[in-house]
């Protein structure tokens, strides 16, 4: 076993794994933070996004030890505590970016990097961005709304509303 | 996953020790490739030995005609860099395709040059733009390090340093992506320095290789026309389910004129 600890949206938090604990069987099983979902067993789905120091990576294809020392944001971390959604929740929500809602928590997490990282993408780059990103019901383009929405809210601060006609 | 004793080394002196000492170690960089492995139980090693904090591994830089990228830069890096964006937009362009943003993360150099997935491709550029592969032991030229399905000439044990590849004139990468892996079916870097030029595949043989006739013609004549009509055998290819070694033969062409377009460009 292994002693870790590291920040998950912003509480110090620590535990005591086996080396070969991944970082998402962690923040589930030890952590009881369920939001991070585990949809493949090939790294491939992308439902198990979170943010490693500040970048979206598979919680999947990490192990807890690696991540011993590192912040870690998880889709619970995102929203204010009072519950206002962030404004890449809000997108989702308003552009009908889900269905059954198993890949949005790795959708969202992956949506705020991209956005971040490229605020002005289009929607070729964002197609491209989510390349990683498998949803089995959406058909993905209220994702891509809602990503290009969502990321122009982080911006000005303002979600355009969806066109409901 | 099978359990294995987790060590972090804090240098390359200190891993290369670790994974010495160890009964059936195997070096953890980026993970993209090992933990998905593990997963499955395809590999059982006894100790993990990681090498994601070795700050002496990070890195990219120009120094004269050569662009040097230490083991443990991720795709991410290597793909946003301006010194390489600068130096060889095409590996830029070859970094920033590898699988998805998350995977390029954690995926580092050292990790995706040490698997030698025949349908990776860093190969290719390692090989198309004749790249010298420098381990804790010695230096491996391109041409002597892919030598077969996931076989390199890397020894058990041996640690990849960094890569440093030669500033080219001009080169380009393309690849023909499998469409739900994204590895590359066939994928080429053209290059060319001087009057020589390289031309490294990946994705149609068991191993990244050069192909010398197409590299002569285009010594002759850079364009895509110069190469139009030469055809690699077919028989020295991979054939799957996704793609027969015919199909393969013809993509080579094709992939090849499409980097050489890429390079003019
Ligand atoms: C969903 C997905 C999509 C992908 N798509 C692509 C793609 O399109 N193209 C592509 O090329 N790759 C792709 N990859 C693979 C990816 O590029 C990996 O990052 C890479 O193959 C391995 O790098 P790593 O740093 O993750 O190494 P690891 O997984 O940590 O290690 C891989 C192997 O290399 C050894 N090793 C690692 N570093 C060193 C070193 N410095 N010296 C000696 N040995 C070392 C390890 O012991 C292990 O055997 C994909 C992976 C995933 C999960
Ligand atoms: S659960 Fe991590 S990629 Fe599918
Ligand atoms: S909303 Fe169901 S998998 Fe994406």
Redesign the pocket.
């Known amino acids: 076993m292994a002693k870790i600890s590291m920040t998950v949206n912003g509480k110090t938090v620590s535990g005591d794994v086996e080396p070969r604990t991944l970082l998402v069987q962690f923040i589930r099983e030890h952590l009881g933070m369920t939001g991070t979902h585990v949809g493949c067993d090939t790294?491939?789905c992308g439902a198990c996004n979170v943010h490693y120091n500040g970048e979206a990576v598979k919680s999947c294809?990490i192990l807890a030890v690696q991540a011993d020392g590192s912040d870690v944001v998880t889709i619970e971390g995102l929203a204010k505590p009072d519950g206002t959604l962030h404004p890449m929740q809000a997108a989702f929500r308003e552009y009908h970016g889900l269905q059954c809602g198993y890949c949005t928590p790795g959708m969202v997490m992956v949506a705020v990097d991209i956005a971040r990282r490229l605020p002005c993408a289009d929607e070729a780059t964002v197609r491209e961005e989510l390349y990683?990103n498998i949803c089995r019901c959406t058909g993905y383009q209220g994702i891509v709304e809602a990503v290009m929405a969502g990321s122009e809210a982080m911006q000005t601060g303002v979600l355009p509303l969806k066109d409901h006609h | 996953m099978y359990n294995f004793e987790y060590r972090r080394a804090q240098s390359v002196a200190e891993a290369a020790k670790l994974i010495k000492e160890a009964d059936d170690g195997?070096?953890?960089?980026?993970?993209?490739?090992?933990?998905?492995t593990l997963k499955q139980r395809l590999a059982q090693p006894s100790d993990l030995i990681d090498?994601g904090k070795i700050a002496e591994?990070k890195g990219i830089s120009v120094s004269g005609k050569t662009l040097t990228i230490k083991?443990?830069t991720r795709?991410f890096d290597v793909h946003s860099s301006p010194e390489v964006k600068k130096a060889i937009p095409a590996l830029a362009v070859l970094a920033g395709?590898?699988?998805?943003p998350s995977?390029r993360h954690?995926?580092?150099i050292?990790?995706?040059t040490?698997?030698a997935?025949p349908?990776?491709?860093?190969p290719a550029g390692i090989v198309g733009l004749g790249a010298t592969i420098e381990?804790n032991k010695r230096k491996i030229a391109a041409d002597d390090f892919f030598t077969g399905l996931f076989e390199t000439a890397?020894e058990p044990g041996?640690?990849?340093?960094a890569v440093h590849f030669p500033i080219p004139d001009k080169a380009g990468y393309l690849k023909f992506?499998h469409l739900a892996?994204?590895?590359?079916t066939c994928g080429v870097m053209v290059s060319k320095t001087g009057n020589q030029v390289r031309v490294g595949v990946t994705g149609a043989g068991p191993n990244a290789f050069r192909v010398p006739e197409m590299e002569a013609a285009l010594a002759k004549t850079f364009t895509p026309d110069a190469i139009a009509n030469i055809k690699y055998p077919a028989d020295e290819l991979l054939s799957d389910m996704h793609a027969s070694a015919e199909y393969r033969a013809h993509l080579v062409t094709v992939i090849a004129k499409r980097a050489v377009a890429a390079a003019l460009a």
């Open positions: 790294s491939q294809t990683g | 195997k070096i953890l960089a980026g993970g993209m490739t090992l933990i998905p090498i591994l083991a443990m795709h395709g590898i699988g998805d995977v954690r995926g580092t050292g990790g995706s040490a698997n997935d349908a990776a491709d860093y381990t890397l041996e640690l990849i340093i992506a892996s994204g590895y590359a």
